[in-house]
């Protein structure tokens, strides 16, 4: 198994899925040019998603975005939001984010969606967009705590998840 084979999911307990919906964001294929960083030609902008079905007993969700293959060594979390309230099926693309949502700074320390910047010469890179069904109104966690702070708590309290992988490369808001 390659790097690029890596899924930073199949190691966690299993789970139900659930229908995950983006105009932004189609599984297997490169990302738009507004969801790349601004410093290479996007515009940091978070997806528009939207999900139905979750398992029964859902409270709440997550929303988080992650690049395993970054080269970093532990992946580039590029966003990552707690606490949505279970009544909300979709976020816009960019909009803002329900009241109760937290959101964590991502791995640029700011508490905001950063777009997809691969460097050039790291090959394609795979933005796993997830939604995790959360057994749970509140996770409680610190608004300054990490991504991986809230994975680990999920790991605790998800019911569910849906998972989107969209593709990124150098150059690619570009193209």
């Not at 988080?64 to 580039?76: E, I, R």
């Not at 707690?82 to 700011?110: C, K």
């Amino acid at each position: 198994m390659s790097d690029r084979d890596y899924d930073p999911y199949a190691r966690l307990d299993p789970v139900p899925s659930f229908p995950l919906a983006s105009d932004d964001v189609a599984d297997g294929q490169p990302l738009p040019a507004a969801l790349f960083g601004s410093d290479v030609g996007g515009q940091d902008r978070s997806p528009q998603l939207t999900w139905s079905d979750p398992p029964a007993g859902t409270k709440s969700f997550a929303v988080t975005v992650y690049d395993p293959d970054a080269p970093t060594g532990s992946g580039f979390w590029h966003w990552a939001v707690a606490d949505i309230p279970a009544s909300v099926t979709s976020l816009a693309g960019g909009g803002p984010l329900p009241d109760g949502a937290v959101v964590l700074p991502n791995e640029l320390r700011q508490p905001a969606f950063t777009g997809a910047t691969p460097p050039e010469g790291t090959g394609v890179h795979r933005y796993y967009v997830v939604v995790h069904a959360v057994d749970v109104d509140s996770l409680g966690i610190d608004p300054q705590a990490t991504p991986a702070v809230l994975g680990f708590n999920l790991h605790f309290h998800t019911l569910g998840r849906a998972i989107l992988v969209g593709t990124g490369e150098f150059g690619g808001a570009s193209a």
